[in-house]
């Protein structure tokens, strides 16, 4: 019953010492919130708070002149033509991919064509490993049933 007391007094005693060490650790610049979320709007409001302090220039409402009105028309016409021709340009471009791979597809079928005419006909001198494989599988298909080809011969 004695130790049984001690026990129980040395698991609080240890408990309490263990939860004033893990405070202990803590430091003041980590974020509260587990995410970091309450850090980073605080930082957000001092950023936009000091942005709100700054004096920006105030400026007076003004009438557009018709210089002013040209040379937004200008503005624009100049971007449209800037669009229009990046715009062929990268047309130009994706058809001028279009047509190298088409020609590397016809040089392809070229080759084959070659190796096809080469070769003459299906029976040639040195055939491949592929030929050779499925010859042996079209053997197996077309030869004589397994059942004519007993494991063992009858005894008569």
């Known amino acids: 019953m004695n130790t049984l007391i001690i026990m129980i007094v040395i698991g609080i ?11 202990r650790g803590q430091s003041q610049n980590k ?12 930082l ?19 009438r557009t002149s018709p210089v002013m009105v040209e040379q ?10 800037e669009y229009l021709q990046v715009r062929k340009e990268s047309e130009f471009s994706r058809e001028r991919a279009a047509v190298s791979r088409q020609q590397k597809e016809i040089s392809k079928e070229h080759v084959k064509k070659d190796k096809q005419e080469e ?14 494989v499925n010859g042996i599988v079209w053997s197996e298909i077309l030869g004589e049933p397994r059942s004519k080809k007993p494991y063992f011969a009858k005894r008569g």
């Open 119 to 132: 070769a003459g006909t299906i029976f040639s001198e040195y055939p491949d490993a592929k030929t050779l």
């Open 13 to 23: 005693i240890t408990s309490m010492f263990g939860k004033a060490k893990n405070n």
């Open 31 to 42: 974020p509260t919130s587990p995410n970091g979320i309450g850090e980073i709007r605080k």
């Open 72 to 81: 937004k028309k200008a503005a624009t016409q100049n971007l449209e033509k």
């Open 44 to 62: 957000f409001q001092e950023l936009t708070d000091h942005e709100l302090s700054e004096p920006s220039p105030i400026k007076e409402p003004t």
